[in-house]
């Protein structure tokens, strides 16, 4: 059977987005089953991330009062903080955790709904660019405690930056000993800390700038149900810094904010290679899914100037911001007229909803000439001795797949002639009056029904039209609306849409009623928090899975600039030859930066023997070596020698005690050597 008003998904595999979107309609619909819309976090996924992140922000500002951004004074501060400070920081803490959760959440839900094609390109990329900024913030975040966990991060953070040849003197030098880390470097990261939120705060407003009426914060009772969460939580799992960040012992800590810092687990296991790849890779695949994924650009909504009165209604209505109201350009007796701005506008149709004159839609889906099809319709049914149904079908509920004739008739849904529509917002009340009063014994909406609906508003506002509190509205005292009826079904909610449709044959399907909040609901909302604030800990307190090698070490840090040699040597005939008659000379001389020798025993043996270029683009700047040599347990004479070409200039002895997990770190730094031990043995 040909389709020829199939509206089909705008993503470029539309099955297998059913598939990843299958779960959420499900969850979605056991929330709406068991909970008030205001208590539906399906309902408000962005709004949720969005009070989410602004509880983290102003716990980071609050935390102010207490923290010290220092590199020598930040874990005390911490540690040392009234109950007060506890909190706040937990709250901090959980409400970060909480933010990552709900942008992957919020994402992960537009996503398989495929709400991302068209002009939704802008908030599809600004919300990559904030969930990219948003993951940078916690990692700096969990520098500012500066225990172990800080110290790892840090190790990492250098390795990762070193490849970028930007840094002349190696980064992860800096963090083999405590005097080395710079309060400077320390501060720097936490300004950014500071700093990018408020970038993020840029990027949000970008994205929902495309956005009428965005859900920028929860409902009341939503927003209580996150702050209560988060501070249960907060109280009954406080956050702790693991032990202060120290050099002379290699870092190790139980469990891991796999949140933030799922990347520390990974280069430990995989390199930090691979981490380059992945975030290009993914980063690549993410910003470019408006393009990738979509098939085609939506139907954009035309405006017919033979029937726009300048009402406003479509303006007002659109959920995109799409309709603006400029001065009349046809000399008619309105003062203005709905303009579309094609690159604001997702075909959602739900402007044709709001003209009452037909005088905009998209151009395949013509309101005048749908109103004029219905009527022939309903005249032929009665012809032929029926009872005419009309339905108006959403391409996103589950009737959006039936196949349907150019006669409106579906095998699928005998007994109806169908219009499908790409959102239930499509149907205007004078479309539906005017079927009825032509003789339709019925009219029935199927609308998507999922509680954050693909196109925003446009079940709201059919819903509104038709009970008559929106206009346009249906005209209650004009016509019998006893069989005109909206259901709503998600794609995937066959069987219970038929159910539906077959009690509305029989005239036994009830009206909606409404929610009425009974105290059942707050026990199931407190179930649904609970849940919540469970995926929110338990990944921010999992096994580390960080395996620190507890052998001892000795480590070398070496930065060294040799004089520069002149090594000279007899010159051939043939270069002599070349030479100019006042340079002639029997030698020739060549000066340049040596590469430096090292040699690392312990006892009697040596365990590192290598040579180092000097850096710098012209080969002349310093050699820089950082070697870390595991060391058995006990007490060794170590011996380092530096030097180059066949001398060793530079020679330091020492008699050292390696204890497991400890580390003895030399500093050789132009000429002078620093040792520096642990204090004591580690608890
Ligand atoms: C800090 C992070 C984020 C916040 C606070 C946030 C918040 C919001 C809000 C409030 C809306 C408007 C919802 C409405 O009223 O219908 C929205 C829409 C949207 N968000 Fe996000 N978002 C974030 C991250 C993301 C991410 C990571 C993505 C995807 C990668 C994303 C994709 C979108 C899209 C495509 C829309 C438009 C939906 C539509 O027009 O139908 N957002 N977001
Ligand atoms: S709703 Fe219709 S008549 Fe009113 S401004 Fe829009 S196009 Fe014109
Ligand atoms: S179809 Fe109409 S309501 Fe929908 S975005 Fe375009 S102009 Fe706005």
């Known amino acids: 059977m040909s389709n020829p008003q199939k509206l089909s998904n705008q993503s470029r595999w539309p099955r297998l987005f059913d598939l990843l979107q299958a779960p959420f309609v499900a969850l979605d619909r056991l929330m709406e089953a068991h909970l008030p819309p ?38 005390a501060s911490l540690e040392n903080m009234s109950a007060l400070g506890q ?68 190790t990492i953070s250098a390795r990762l930056v070193e490849p970028i040849p930007i840094f002349t003197d190696p980064l992860s030098r800096t963090f083999v000993v405590n005097e080395a880390v710079s309060s400077g470097l320390f501060v720097t990261v936490f300004f950014f800390h500071m700093l990018i939120p408020l970038v993020i705060g840029v990027a949000i407003w970008m994205h929902i700038s495309r956005v009428a009426r965005a859900k920028f914060l929860t409902s009341k009772p939503m927003g209580a149900w996150l702050g209560a ?64 994924l979509s098939r085609k ?18 303006a007002n209505d659109c959920p995109y911001g799409a309709i603006t109201m400029v001065p009349r350009t046809d000399g008619r007796p309105w003062e203005l007229e709905a303009k579309v701005d094609p690159n604001l506008c997702v075909g959602c149709t739900i402007c044709s909803g709001s003209c009452n004159s037909a005088g905009i839609g998209i151009p395949s889906l013509p309101v005048q000439d749908k109103r004029k099809v219905v009527d022939q319709w309903v005249d032929q049914v009665q012809n032929d001795g029926e009872e005419p149904l009309i339905a108006f079908l959403c391409a996103n509920s589950a009737a959006g797949d039936f196949s349907i004739d150019e006669n ?19 149907v205007n009340p004078i479309t539906v009056e005017r079927a009825l009063r032509r003789g339709a014994k ?64 029989t005239d036994s399907l009830a009206k909606p009623s409404g929610f009425k909040v009974q105290p059942k609901h707050w026990v199931k909302g407190v179930l649904v928090a609970a849940t919540l604030s469970a995926l929110v800990w338990a990944p921010s307190n999992m096994a580390s899975l960080f395996e620190a090698d507890p052998s001892p070490e000795l480590v070398l840090s070496l930065k060294y600039r040799p004089k520069v040699e002149e090594l000279c040597r007899p010159a051939t005939e043939e270069e002599k030859a070349k030479m100019m008659r006042h340079m002639k000379s029997d030698t020739i001389c060549e000066r340049s930066r040596p590469d430096v020798n090292v040699r690392v025993s312990v006892g009697p043996s040596v365990v590192h023997q290598a040579t180092y270029e000097p850096h710098g683009l012209a080969s002349d700047g310093p050699s820089f070596a950082l070697i870390k040599i595991p060391v058995g347990e006990g007490e060794h004479q170590v011996k380092i020698e530096v030097g180059h070409a ?38």
């Open 442 to 505: 019925g009219v029935l909406v199927v609308g998507c029904g999922c509680s954050d609906p693909p196109f925003r508003e446009g079940v709201e506002f059919t819903q509104d039209r038709l009970d008559a509190k929106r206009s346009p509205q249906m005209r209650l005292e004009k016509v019998d609306t006893s069989r005109v009826r909206f259901i709503l079904h998600p794609r995937g909610d066959l069987v219970s849409m038929l159910a539906d449709i077959d009690a509305y044959r």
């Open 646 to 683: 066949d001398r060793w200039t530079h020679v330091k002895e020492a008699q050292l005690v390696f204890r497991q997990m400890e580390r003895h770190v030399f500093t050789f730094e132009e000429g002078v050597w620093t040792l520096s031990s642990p204090n004591s043995p580690r608890k």
């Open 38 to 75: 205001s208590m539906n976090p399906f309902a408000q996924t962005g709004a949720l991330a969005n009070v989410s992140f602004i509880i983290a922000a102003i716990s980071g500002v609050l935390l102010l009062f207490w923290y010290s951004p220092s590199v020598h004074e930040a874990w």
């Open 229 to 292: 969460s988060l501070l249960a939580v907060s109280i009954a799992f406080p956050a702790l810094s693991s032990e202060q960040a120290d050099m002379s012992i290699k870092p190790a800590f139980e469990t891991m904010d796999w949140w933030y810092l799922f990347p520390l687990a990974v280069a430990d296991r995989l390199g930090t290679g691979v981490i380059w790849t992945a975030a290009f890779v993914l980063g690549l695949l993410l910003f470019t899914i408006p393009w990738t």
């Open 408 to 426: 409106g008739v579906s095998t699928e849904l005998p007994g109806f002639r169908c219009v499908q529509v790409p959102c239930s917002g499509w």
């Open 87 to 154: 909190l706040t920081r937990s709250v901090h803490r959980y409400s970060s955790d909480a933010t990552m959760l709900l942008v992957l959440f919020h994402a992960a839900k537009l996503l398989f709904a495929s709400r991302f094609s068209g002009p939704r390109w802008v908030a599809w990329v600004t919300g990559v660019f904030s969930l990219g900024t948003l993951w940078f913030v916690g990692w700096l975040g969990y520098w500012l405690v500066w225990d172990s966990r800080a110290q790892s991060l840090a």
């Open 297 to 314: 650009e939506p139907e954009k909504a035309q405006v017919d100037l033979n029937r726009c009165n300048g009402c406003t209604n479509c």
